[in-house]
């Protein structure tokens, strides 16, 4: 092989690696969850680049992805109560970049924006909140304490990033007033018994008193009753029949109407006569 053919394979090895330096220089991709910033010598553009593939200038142009998708960070906040105790709280915060404001954060903000701009927010609104209620109402109402801050942190931060939740994972008290609390929610608890047990006697109270009162009252209705009609009696022996027939023994005029079986009286009256 003569040297010029050697020089031109050479030459086309070299311009087949510029080739590539610049096609490759001269393209871009975003992976899906990301847009991209473009830089160009400093200069940024104020229109962000969708995730896929595609072209830029070679060589002066950067194409600086971030990330939109929803992310999750730990926090701790060291907060206290309207009783001045000291209350420990550990977060999760679920936060995104939306797209609006990829460009204004790359450009504004160093880093993540996380640690610069929603970090700082919640711990603030949490502490505002706590601020409001006792140790103890923060405990019980740790719901609400988290919907409260959550309110408060989007309205800090506004529209440039995008709080999705607050999550409170664990709230640590000091170990007495842990103990007060305990002490105090078994206390109410004993006394809600003891409402509960004097409820009970009082309704059993009643309802022997309202039992009694209609005792009473049907008593004296058949009392009633029975002195304005004297054949009430009869009225509820013939009632009570039971099919078989009675015998009267004596008359009204000297005593009281016995009244017996019939069958009764047969069987006395065979045994005399024998």
């Given at each position: 092989?003569?040297?010029?053919?050697?020089?031109?394979?050479?030459?086309?090895?070299?311009l087949i690696f510029i080739a590539v330096i610049v096609i490759s220089s001269g393209s871009y991709v975003v992976e899906p969850g990301y847009r991209g910033v473009e830089v160009t010598l400093g200069q940024?553009?104020?229109?962000?680049?969708?995730?896929?593939?595609?072209?830029?200038?070679?060589?002066?142009?950067?194409?600086?992805p971030v990330m939109v998708k929803q992310q999750t960070r730990g926090v701790k906040a060291d907060c206290y109560s309207s009783d001045l105790q000291q209350v420990n709280m550990d977060l999760q915060v679920l936060y995104r970049v939306p797209?609006?404001?990829v460009v204004q954060i790359y450009q504004a903000y160093a880093g993540d924006p996380f640690d610069s701009l929603i970090e700082p927010r919640v711990q603030e609104a949490l502490k505002e909140v706590t601020a409001l209620d006792t140790a103890e109402e923060i405990v019980k109402n740790r719901e609400t304490i988290k919907e409260k801050?959550?309110?408060?942190?989007?309205?800090?931060?506004?529209?440039?990033?995008?709080?999705?939740?607050?999550?409170?994972?664990?709230?640590?008290?000091?170990k007495q007033l842990e103990d007060a609390i305990?002490?105090?929610?078994?206390q109410e608890q004993e006394a809600d018994k003891a409402k509960f047990t004097q409820q009970k006697a009082?309704?059993?109270a009643d309802t022997t008193v309202i039992?009694?009162?209609?005792?009473?009252?049907?008593m004296k209705v058949r009392g009633e009753a029975l002195k304005e009609n004297p054949n009430y009696i009869q009225l509820q022996i013939v009632e009570k029949w039971d099919g078989k027939s009675p015998l009267v023994v004596g008359n009204g005029a000297s005593g009281a109407n016995?009244?017996?079986?019939?069958?009764?009286?047969?069987?006395?009256t065979h045994g005399q006569s024998q």
């Open positions: 092989m003569s040297a010029s053919t050697i020089a031109r394979l050479v030459g086309i090895a070299v940024v553009s104020p229109v962000f680049r969708p995730q896929g593939f595609g072209f830029k200038k070679p060589f002066v142009t950067t194409i600086v797209e609006s404001s801050a959550l309110e408060s942190a989007r309205k800090k931060v506004g529209d440039l990033l995008v709080i999705d939740d607050v999550v409170i994972q664990n709230i640590d008290l000091t305990e002490a105090k929610m078994v009082q309704i059993d039992t009694a009162k209609g005792e009473a009252e049907a016995i009244l017996l079986p019939l069958g009764d009286v047969q069987s006395q």
